[in-house]
């Protein structure tokens, strides 16, 4: 059986679903992929687990800036694979693959070089936490490189149909992360213990793991890869494209990102446990955010390809058969995190002043999670339509929201719970506005679209 998907004729569900359910499980094991980080560090107690919060949310900016060569990378080439042009397609994922790699380099090298401000950001307390802060920071963000090329992949293999090889790729990457956790945070056999440093060593050698695997699989690979002149340098053409798609979902991620490191910021203030909490807590969320990504990706590619091959009624049907799916698992996450939060929470951190902080922030965040995985789908709804500057703009006012809110909110008697139900409020918001907006959008689009096709 072919691993690559035909998106423009056949049957849509089916297609779809076949798209997205590899891509739904590379998500939810690189959400294992986290866990397995948090469940071991959590047993080095919460201040370890604040040391990784803190340099960890330069790891998530740095998935921002990895957004934008992914992004414009993975709709460009689905335009030109859906319109027949191989080719073309490759001219894409080459250039996009030479931008990731330029980016990963850069902001790897300002990370190892100014990790003492970086971390010093967030007025952490204790000097353990903050040394630790700062190794964890250089490793995993001075090698992210990896990290950039691996998500370039997943976006390029998904625009050609092909979601089964981002799977094995990941799970490489877990099986190999969760043998060398406790290895090496802990010192099993020959190897010392090394703590927070270990988990940091851990995550790099299985994401360079994952980079290798990626790199067997484009080379055997007959649609896209194989046409691609990866020693060519890329012509301004292709990078001009790539930007102004990928751009704006680029300053999205990194400004949502900027925001919540404000918020974590605030959180500071109520002690490192706070911001143990948030960072577990964000953790076991990503449950819901991470998988709708993933079937976001697959609606983005789906979209993309149909737009290219100029199938308005696919591209319909599509977006319809995307929002059944992601609604029956936005309402199962919202009954996860509010119904057993206590249980969920206790095998991250067991330390007992910590757990009702963690509680709050999950139910809090539970009423949330339907209309969050509303607006992550609709994003890759917009993104496989070339539109991505109306998810950014939404997301961008709406996350910015967050702030004034809780520094409204913590003055009152919610005080740290003010700071969560910020975030709560402003995906409710975001989830039905990015809906009502597309909605809108694709109307116009489609009938312009027919109206083509019939002249």
């Known amino acids: 059986m072919s691993k690559h998907i035909d998106l423009v004729n056949g049957p849509v569900l089916s297609s779809l679903t076949r798209l997205a359910l590899p891509?739904?499980?590379?998500?939810?094991?690189?959400?294992?992929?986290?866990?397995?980080?948090?469940?071991?560090?959590?047993?080095?107690?919460s201040d370890a687990v604040a040391s990784v919060g803190a340099a960890g949310m330069y790891m998530w900016l740095s998935n921002g800036l990895a957004a934008l060569p992914k992004m414009g990378g993975q709709v460009c080439a689905g335009h030109a694979l859906g319109a027949g042009r191989p080719k073309e397609a490759a001219s894409?994922?080459?250039?996009?693959?030479?931008?990731?790699?330029?980016?990963?380099?850069?902001?790897?090298?300002?990370?190892?070089?100014?990790?003492?401000?970086?971390?010093?950001?967030?007025?952490?307390?204790?000097?353990?936490?903050?040394?630790?802060?700062?190794?964890?920071?250089?490793?995993?963000?001075?090698?992210?490189?990896?990290s950039f090329i691996n998500q370039a992949f997943t976006g390029l293999f998904t625009a050609a149909g092909n979601s089964r090889n981002s799977f094995a790729a990941t799970l490489s990457g877990l099986v190999i992360n969760m043998v060398l956790d406790p290895v090496l945070i802990f010192g099993l056999g020959p190897f010392p213990v090394m703590g927070v440093m270990g988990?940091?060593?851990a995550t790099i050698f299985a994401q360079f793991i994952v980079t290798v695997v990626f790199v067997f699989y484009a080379g055997k690979d007959t649609i896209l890869f194989r046409h691609m002149e990866i020693r060519r340098r890329p012509g301004w053409e292709q990078l001009n494209r790539i930007l102004r798609i990928g751009f704006p979902t680029c300053v999205q991620n990194m400004l949502f990102t900027g925001?919540?490191?404000?918020?974590?910021?605030?959180?500071?203030?109520y002690g490192d446990a706070?911001?143990?909490?948030?960072?577990?807590?964000?953790?076991?969320?990503?449950?819901?955010?991470?998988?709708?990504?993933?079937?976001?990706?697959?609606v983005n590619s789906f979209l993309a390809?149909?737009?290219?091959?100029?199938?308005?009624?696919?591209?319909r049907s599509g977006y319809r058969s995307a929002m059944g799916v992601v609604l029956i698992w936005g309402v199962f996450c919202t009954v996860l995190l509010i119904g057993f939060p206590e249980p969920i929470f206790r095998l991250f951190?067991?330390?007992?002043?910590?757990?009702?902080?963690?509680?709050?922030?999950?139910?809090?965040?539970?009423?949330?999670?339907l209309l969050m995985s509303v607006e992550i789908t609709t994003a890759g709804a917009f993104a496989g339509m070339g539109r991505t500057l109306p998810p950014?703009?939404?997301?961008?006012?709406?996350?910015?929201?967050?702030?004034?809110?809780?520094?409204?909110?913590?003055?009152?008697?919610?005080?740290?719970?003010?700071?969560?139900?910020?975030?709560?409020?402003?995906s409710i918001c975001k989830g039905i506005v990015l809906f009502l907006w597309f909605r809108l959008y694709l109307g116009g689009a489609l009938s312009r679209m027919e109206k083509s096709v019939q002249r």
């Open 23 to 45: 891509i739904m499980a590379t998500s939810l094991i690189q959400m294992a992929y986290n866990l397995t980080d948090m469940l071991w560090i959590g047993r080095l107690g």
């Open 349 to 369: 951190i067991s330390e007992a002043d910590v757990i009702p902080m963690g509680v709050d922030y999950l139910v809090i965040l539970g009423v949330s999670q």
């Open 199 to 201: 988990a940091a060593i």
């Open 92 to 146: 894409f994922a080459s250039a996009a693959l030479w931008m990731t790699a330029a980016l990963g380099l850069l902001y790897g090298l300002c990370c190892i070089l100014f990790a003492d401000p970086l971390i010093g950001f967030f007025n952490l307390n204790s000097a353990q936490v903050i040394a630790d802060a700062k190794i964890y920071l250089q490793i995993t963000c001075g090698l992210v490189v990896f």
């Open 305 to 315: 390809q149909n737009s290219g091959a100029g199938k308005p009624d696919r591209i």
């Open 392 to 426: 950014s703009i939404c997301s961008i006012v709406l996350t910015a929201a967050r702030i004034p809110m809780a520094l409204v909110m913590v003055k009152t008697p919610l005080h740290l719970n003010g700071i969560w139900w910020s975030i709560t409020i402003s």
């Open 259 to 269: 925001i919540s490191m404000i918020i974590a910021r605030l959180v500071a203030g």
């Open 274 to 298: 706070a911001v143990a909490v948030q960072k577990v807590g964000s953790q076991i969320e990503s449950i819901s955010w991470m998988t709708a990504e993933g079937f976001a990706a697959a």
